[in-house]
């Protein structure tokens, strides 16, 4: 028996990466290939196979430790007969010179090395050089086990594509994203075509690409046909090409901004739980299974209203009996839509303020600007003035630019400020997010707005469009009505409603003159705001807008 050390490979342009998981304990048997422990870097999750079988012997490294290039994470106890002695620059290897596992190659030497086989060995060998391997690219993590559908083929056989080139273009219900390359290389055959439904792990394409560990760590090199590689110890294990994985492009949906490895993306899924809702209390934030656990157990354990959502739907009747009838599918957006309006309705008191704006002067400014937005191109509606009054409202009352923490404990305080508009389409209602709206100019929104809303109806919002809001704000614009009660958006802590501005006398200086009145509910969640604190941001609101100076465009 000899102990072998198993080191972290290059990592390239990484000079740190974390420990985010242990595969394995002391004693415990592994056999070649077996995933040990799980690496993470700013932008990827690695799992550093086996070279060997053997049995662990120490692991030198713990959660949340930093390592680097070279750094020792473990030992394996392996048996002589793994040992394998190979040629080394055309020299015969002693039968009793031990070259560990870790640093020898697996291919089978020849009797009689040419020049070209050492020059080969050579350059696979070398942890810094690259070799090319076939690599099968697919769907990252989604978050969710739906499908999605394939909208977009930005490459073909043949092509060269970059690192973080997009391939191809998914869409959900909500969004449509981007796949990007997760390597350089030749593409060698694309495995879906335009209006294929895929999900997380499905093939996108094959390609010959240029991957070293340097780059990709999870990813072996696979060692070119009939190359006879050679090693000395201490020296990086070009790994069999029989161990090579496969690539999974970034995540980009649901998840890319949480900090999480794949074990856990994956117990999320198989337990049910967004991990959008989970406290990470491991490094950096990260979450782990614990946090994951302990989420599930107060969800299962929760009482009172969180159990509404989860009750029985009224009873199913037969319609039939009473006429003809015709069964229509939903959409997923409408099923996504009503189970996150249940979900708010049932875990938030609501609280509704009514109030009116007289948007007569701010009316009458907008109508005069219109041969400046003629010029500029831009459509200019009330709207991009309705968020710079919300925004200075937030900023007023930074006690409605929050999100409670699930504990109840404390509230997360936001200092900038995002705010949502609801927008309707064929396929259901979405909320896409301006940002910074404080920072912007009035022709700035207006024209942000314009996008968002073509956009929306042509389904191309990108999950990172539609969050990160602060507030919403839900239009009813010119459909009509006096006023309605919005359902607040979680985490938002608020959403205002608009009706329709509606022309009504109003007393002024003794008498009555004619003014546009537009009516304003502002919903809040109890929970984290007190009603006079919802009394003096609807009073607030209404001021702005009735008085353009107090407004800074």
């Known amino acids: 028996m000899s102990i072998e050390s198993i080191t972290v490979p290059d990592l390239g342009d990484a000079t740190e990466?974390?420990?985010?998981?242990?595969?394995?304990?002391?004693?415990?048997?592994?056999?070649?290939?077996?995933?040990?422990?799980?690496?993470e870097s700013e932008k990827a999750a690695m799992e550093i196979p086996a070279p060997v079988a053997g049995t662990v012997k120490s692991i030198a490294v713990n959660l949340g430790d930093q390592v680097k290039t070279g750094s020792a994470m473990m030992t394996l106890e392996?048996?002589?007969?793994?040992?394998?002695?190979?040629?080394?620059?055309?020299?015969?290897?002693?039968?009793n010179t031990e070259i560990s596992a870790s640093s020898a190659t697996s291919t089978q030497a020849q009797a009689e090395p040419t020049n070209s086989d050492i020059q080969t060995s050579e350059a696979v060998l070398s942890p810094a050089e690259s070799a090319e391997v076939s690599i099968t690219v697919s769907v990252p993590d989604l978050g969710t086990e739906d499908e999605v559908e394939v909208i977009e083929l930005h490459v073909k056989q043949?092509?060269?594509?970059?690192?973080?080139?997009?391939?191809?273009?998914?869409?959900?219900?909500?969004?449509?994203?981007?796949?990007?390359?997760?390597?350089?290389?030749?593409?060698?055959?694309?495995?879906?075509?335009?209006?294929?439904?895929?999900?997380?792990?499905?093939?996108?394409?094959?390609?010959?690409?240029?991957?070293?560990?340097?780059?990709?760590?999870?990813?072996?090199?696979?060692?070119k046909a009939d190359s006879k590689t050679t090693n000395t110890q201490n020296e990086s294990t070009p790994i069999e090409k029989s161990q090579v994985k496969e690539v999974s492009a970034p995540a980009i949906l649901p998840g890319i901004n949480i900090y999480a490895g794949p074990a856990?993306?994956?117990?999320?899924?198989?337990?049910?739980?967004?991990?959008?809702?989970?406290?990470?209390?491991?490094?950096?934030?990260?979450?782990?299974?614990?946090?994951?656990?302990?989420?599930?157990?107060?969800?299962i354990n929760s009482t009172g209203a969180d159990q509404g959502a989860t009750m029985?739907?009224?009873?199913?009747?037969?319609?039939s009996q009473f006429g003809e009838i015709e069964q229509v599918s939903r959409s997923k957006l409408h099923k996504l839509t009503a189970a996150n309006m249940h979900r708010n309705w049932n875990v938030i008191p609501?609280?509704?303020?009514?109030?009116?704006?007289?948007?007569?002067?701010?009316?009458?400014?907008?109508?005069?600007?219109?041969?400046?937005?003629?010029?500029?191109?831009?459509?200019?509606?009330?709207?991009?003035?309705?968020?710079?009054?919300?925004?200075?409202?937030?900023?007023?009352?930074?006690?409605?630019?929050?999100?409670?923490?699930?504990?109840?404990?404390?509230?997360?305080?936001?200092?900038?400020?995002?705010?949502?508009?609801?927008?309707?389409?064929?396929?259901?209602?979405?909320?896409?997010?301006?940002?910074?709206?404080?920072?912007?100019?009035?022709w700035q929104l207006a024209e942000e707005v314009i996008q968002f809303s073509d956009k929306a109806k042509q389904r191309k919002l990108s999950i990172e469009d539609m969050q990160g809001a602060c507030f919403s704000i839900s239009s009813l614009g010119a459909i009509g009505g006096t006023g309605f009660i919005p359902i607040v958006n979680a985490?938002?802590?608020a959403i205002l409603g608009v009706a329709k501005t509606d022309i009504k006398p109003v007393y002024i200086d003794g008498e009555f003159v004619p003014r546009k009145m537009l009516p304003l509910t502002l919903s809040y969640d109890h929970k984290a705001v007190n009603g006079v604190d919802g009394g003096l941001f609807a009073t607030h609101l209404a001021k702005l807008l009735s008085d353009i100076r107090y407004l800074s465009f």
């Open 491 to 493: 985490p938002e802590v």
């Open 264 to 299: 856990v993306r994956k117990l999320a899924r198989e337990l049910g739980a967004d991990l959008h809702q989970v406290l990470g209390t491991g490094e950096k934030s990260r979450i782990t299974k614990e946090d994951l656990h302990e989420f599930v157990k107060k969800r």
């Open 312 to 319: 029985a739907s009224v009873s199913d009747i037969d319609f």
């Open 350 to 442: 609501h609280v509704a303020q009514f109030n009116e704006a007289d948007i007569t002067n701010l009316e009458d400014f907008r109508g005069g600007l219109k041969t400046e937005a003629e010029r500029r191109g831009i459509k200019l509606t009330f709207m991009p003035f309705l968020l710079k009054a919300c925004a200075s409202a937030l900023q007023e009352f930074p006690q409605f630019n929050v999100s409670l923490h699930s504990s109840g404990e404390y509230v997360i305080q936001k200092k900038y400020i995002h705010i949502g508009v609801a927008v309707a389409t064929e396929a259901g209602l979405v909320v896409p997010v301006v940002r910074n709206v404080d920072q912007k100019n009035i």
């Open 78 to 95: 392996v048996a002589v007969g793994a040992e394998i002695t190979e040629e080394v620059s055309g020299k015969e290897v002693d039968e």
């Open 158 to 223: 043949g092509d060269e594509i970059a690192v973080d080139e997009s391939i191809v273009t998914l869409e959900s219900d909500k969004a449509a994203m981007e796949v990007p390359s997760p390597n350089k290389g030749v593409i060698e055959s694309v495995l879906i075509s335009i209006g294929d439904k895929v999900k997380s792990g499905s093939p996108i394409l094959q390609m010959l690409g240029s991957v070293n560990s340097a780059s990709e760590p999870s990813v072996a090199v696979a060692e």
């Open 17 to 39: 990466v974390e420990v985010i998981e242990l595969l394995v304990s002391v004693g415990q048997n592994v056999e070649e290939n077996d995933s040990l422990l799980v690496l």
